[in-house]
């Protein structure tokens, strides 16, 4: 599939629920009012959009959320999806919190999920307590080390918050050097209302990185992983670690991808609004050639970039939906 703009979309990101076990500051407010079930795709519906984006070229699949493994049954999608690998799907990932992991990476690694990205923004359990409002860091540690002890490679992601977490950082990179996680900061983005000021949230990573160069050798590598992600090595470690800018550089040149929600609405772009309702043809009826054709006639209208800014005169979202909709 190729876009307007002569990019090939080989890359699908499917939110399987908008439901998560944490309430992380920068992704919900903390008094959520979450989707009625019947707007759900059931898992079957899932798995056959999966397939129709496969046939057409998808090569990767990313399961998100919200929190992917609170989903009741998810395994089933898991394995469902995994026997596509080899025909068509090369790659079946999953982003994470982690607190599933000790019971779910073992299934997982069955599926043939190979890497998972596990959300951690500070190795300190009082601040990961204040940044995800109800989670344990414990629980979260036991779940990466699950993985790690299951096979899977795995990736740590964090959000980087201003005044928050931005001293904790120089503490992470050590960490993941030593137990061989690579490691992916963030800027937050202006989805949805949080219930908070999202200004007084926001840290440009060109100024973190900055400060990490102070103690860390930063050497720039061409690795990538099919995301936005711009990769440096960490000379002193051996890992890598990759800065993910939607507000300080827009990435878009190279987007390879579109996100599904878990109501089967499939975003061409994170940072627009422009949508088309796969769940309606489904419903309708559709076979698998009108279904194919949906999908075609969305990725022709893909737009050319995101439009994310911070507004400092207003403290309200670019866009009303959350990231936990639309999948991390």
Known sequence: MIDPFGRGIDYLRVSVTDRCDLRCVYCMSEDMTFLPKPEILSLEETQRLCAAFVALGVRKLRITGGEPLVRRNVMSLFDGLGAMLGHGLEELTLTTNGTQLTRFAEPLARAGVRRVNVSLDTLDAERFARITRWGKLDKTLDGIFAAKAAGLAIKINAVALKGENEADIDEMVAWCGTHGFDLCLIETMPLGDIGGDRVEQYLPLSQLRARLRKRWTLTETDYRTGGPARYYTVEQTGRRIGFITPMTH???????????????????????????????????????????????????????????????????????????VTGG
């Open 250 to 324: 827009n990435f878009c040149e190279s987007c390879n991808r579109v996100r599904l929600t878990c109501t089967g609405v499939l975003y061409m772009c994170l940072g627009q609004d422009d949508a088309a309702d796969l769940r309606a043809v489904l419903r309708a009826g559709a076979d698998d050639a009108a279904l194919a054709q949906a999908i075609r006639d969305a990725i022709a209208r893909k737009p050319k970039g995101h439009d994310f800014i911070i507004d400092r005169r207003q403290d309200a979202p670019a866009l009303t939906r959350h990231m936990s």
